[in-house]
Nanobody, 124 residues
Framework: VQLQASGGGLVQAGDSLRLSCAAS????????IGWFRQAPGKVREFVAA????????VYADHLQGRFTISRDNAKNTVTLQMYSLKPDDTAVYYC??????????????????WGQGTLVTVSS
């Protein structure tokens, strides 16, 4: 599967932003899809993930309530809706696919396929 993340940009603190992950290639609903992010000078961290069916989602504890992940298997897309953005949310956001795990995983090594990333910059 090939993944393409989009929707990043420059926003102000408190704004909302929607990121999209478009997939092509093998059957999209074979994959759990996750979002990860990497801030400047920091390691990449888990953000959110959604199950193959879209019925189950998990979030990083410190982001739950501000971020919402969803998917549309008919359109081969996963969306990450971000609210009340903070400067600490500034990062390159990546979407990734996991075709192995039975359940949605927060663990980066579970994800074998990665998109190129989209930059989100939140100004104060």
């Amino acid at each position: 599967v090939q993944l393409q993340a989009s929707g990043g940009g420059l926003v102000q603190a408190g704004d909302s932003l929607r990121l999209s992950c478009a997939a092509s290639g093998r059957t999209f609903d074979n994959y759990n899809i996750g979002w990860f992010r990497q801030a400047p000078g920091k390691v990449r961290e888990f953000v959110a993930a959604v199950s193959r069916s879209g019925n189950s989602a998990v979030y990083a504890d410190h982001l739950q309530g501000r971020f919402t992940i969803s998917r549309d298997n008919a359109k081969n897309t996963v969306t990450l809706q971000m609210y009340s953005l903070k400067p600490d949310d500034t990062a390159v956001y990546y979407c990734a696919a996991d075709d192995y795990s039975e359940y949605v995983s927060r663990t980066e090594p579970r994800y074998d396929f990665w998109g190129q990333g989209t930059l989100v910059t939140v100004s104060s």
